[in-house]
């Protein structure tokens, strides 16, 4: 798929998405003939197999994406603190996959706070190139607009690292009155939207509202902001999540036909209608 910007989910198969995605011999196959990027989710809980690397490669082209998560052991259990060893082997099962890889998602945890901030420096100057990271931050001094925010935000731009944006705003004005929405809303972070100008390409990770169309306005700042990068030659990476991920294909077509108004050349996502299954009575 052949996109100014890159687009994507948190996965790259879903049930739900079988009537949608265009046919193809694998799920990751049919997925990148409409999206040109993914999170790597999974690696946060296990690590894939040099030979799962190998395969996916050979179904993806040269223009896709992978976004993955550095291991939870690394970054939650771990705090950055002796990891060197374990992102050295994580990064080496990696290799096969090496020219279609974005920024890793450094993604920390609310418990790594400021006085943390030279270990996150010492392990973001250790990964050897090409290998590059974006960092999402969930400590709420980080967000303060105080000396702990400046930190973070100067290191970063000195080191040219993104700071991922994580918009949960849609999601947390949802009245909870479903099994999906509420295990989301229990999960996700409730943060400001903190967005870092600077040279890396912007990641943004929108959690949508459960009622489709309500993200209309929550998105629509983004479409605006998203334009203007493009323009700009940022390469900016958008990533769509719902509750229930079976609707983030509705969400990324929504997302994508606004961006479509303000980019009126933008080609759009092949998507087909969604068809539901006859039942066998």
């Given amino acids: 798929m052949t ?15 079988n009537g949608r995605l265009p046919a193809g011999e694998s799920p990751l196959e049919r997925y990148s003939r ?22 996916w490669r050979a179904q993806v082209s040269e223009g896709f994406r992978f976004l993955f998560k550095f291991p939870r052991q690394i970054t939650h259990d771990c705090l950055l603190q002796g990891v060197d060893g374990q992102a050295r082997a994580f990064l080496d099962v990696l290799a096969p996959l090496a020219d279609v890889l974005g920024p890793f998602l450094l993604q920390l945890p609310a418990a790594f706070g400021p006085e943390r ?6 392990f973001v100057e ?18 303060a607009k105080g000396e702990a925010e400046r930190a973070l935000n100067r290191g970063l731009r000195e080191r040219n690292l993104a700071r991922v944006c994580f918009d949960s705003r849609a999601l947390f004005a949802a009245s909870a009155e479903d099994a999906a929405t509420r295990e989301a809303q229990r999960k ?26 309500a993200n209309r306005a929550f998105l629509a700042p983004w479409v605006e902001r998203v334009a203007n990068w493009i323009a700009a030659g ?25 961006l479509m108004e303000r980019l009126p050349g933008l080609a759009p996502l092949a998507l087909g209608q969604q068809v539901d299954q006859p039942g066998l009575f």
Avoid at 117 to 122: C, K, P, Q, S, T
Avoid at 126 to 143: G, K, Q, W
Wanted: charged share 15%; hydrophobic share 40%; aromatic share 14%.
């Fill in 3 to 17: 996109l100014p910007y890159f687009l994507g989910c948190p996965q790259w198969q879903h049930p739900g998405w």
């Fill in 34 to 55: 409409v999206f040109n990027s993914v999170e790597g989710n999974t690696s946060f809980y296990a690590t894939p197999s040099r030979k799962q690397c190998e395969q």
């Fill in 117 to 122: 901030l030279e270990d996150l420096w010492r």
């Fill in 126 to 143: 250790a990964l050897p190139a090409p290998f590059a990271c974006t960092v999402e931050v969930r400590h709420r001094d980080f967000f």
């Fill in 188 to 213: 996700k972070p409730r943060l400001p939207v903190h967005v870092l100008p600077g040279d890396a390409s912007p990641v943004i990770r929108y959690v949508g509202h459960p009622d489709l169309q």
């Fill in 234 to 258: 940022e390469g900016p990476y958008v990533f769509i999540h719902m509750p229930d991920n079976g609707d983030a294909l509705a969400l990324a077509a929504l997302w994508h036909g606004m």
